[in-house]
């Protein structure tokens, strides 16, 4: 079984602070993990996955997110945030061979000029 | 670039009645996906359809629920008698296979369905 939790259901940073998501995980099998963002009235579009290669990932629009087996976590981080970063992120996991994701609750990010 | 369209993007129907959300899929794609999300909730895997059949379904996907891909390039969720707790937002995805590693799927916009 998997399941995914995203701390704080809500995050608001200063545009060209850093911006950090945090995503824990727990799967009974080596997980593959995944940012998604939603903005407004749109899809949710994949940002980045972790596939079991280099723990350090880096996505589109400056995030990355690096796997730490030890502490069950897959945190998405940019350096500097934009206004454009603003809307909700998902982390998702599933499992080889599985069709299926498992997703956090999600974290809607705020960004004050 | 290639993405997943549904319609419509907002129903409000009658509780008992029935609904059909629209999806086509990306073209070169052979595992279609429905996925909803309860306002407030997480977004939740209902069913996975591969080679006109389903792959994987969870506890949500109940007898009120089917699948259809009627053609070459529609997928079709199917909910018989709606009932209040059916709100939400229904998500299509496809995939272009799942392979050895992790499986990307590609989301539609959405359709939020209402029941009153």
New interface residues.
């Given amino acids: 079984a998997q399941s995914v939790t995203q701390l704080g259901s809500h995050v608001s940073v200063s545009e060209g602070a850093l911006v950090l998501l945090r995503c824990n995980y727990s799967s009974s099998v080596p997980p593959?993990l995944?940012w998604?963002v939603q903005y407004p009235?749109?899809?949710?579009?994949?940002l980045l996955?972790?596939?079991s290669a280099a723990t350090l990932v880096k996505g589109i629009n400056g995030f990355e997110a690096e796997f730490k087996k030890s502490e069950t976590s897959f945190h998405l981080t940019k350096p500097s945030a934009h206004m454009s970063d603003a809307a909700e992120y998902?982390c998702?996991v599933?499992g080889?061979?599985?069709?299926?994701?498992?997703?956090?609750?999600?974290t809607k990010l705020s960004v004050i000029p | 670039e290639p993405?997943?369209t549904q319609t419509p993007s907002h129903q409000v129907t009658q509780m008992g009645q029935e609904v059909i959300l629209r999806c086509v899929p990306i073209s070169n794609h052979l595992?279609f996906?429905w996925?909803r999300q309860i306002l407030g909730?997480?977004?939740?895997?209902l069913v996975?359809f591969?080679n006109n059949e389903i792959?994987?379904k969870?506890e949500i996907f109940d007898d009120q629920f089917s699948v259809e891909r009627p053609d070459g390039s529609n997928f079709t969720l199917k909910i018989r008698s709606t009932k209040l707790e059916d709100s939400a937002m229904y998500?299509c995805?496809s995939s272009e296979a799942?392979g050895?590693?992790?499986?990307?799927?590609?989301?539609?916009?959405?359709s939020r369905l209402t029941v009153l």
């Fill in positions: 593959y995944f998604y009235n749109q899809g949710l579009q994949l996955k972790y596939t998902f998702a599933s080889a061979g599985s069709y299926q994701l498992t997703f956090g609750k999600g | 993405e997943v595992y996906y996925y909730q997480k977004v939740e895997f996975s591969y792959s994987e969870s998500f995805a799942r050895v590693g992790a499986n990307v799927l590609t989301f539609g916009a959405g």
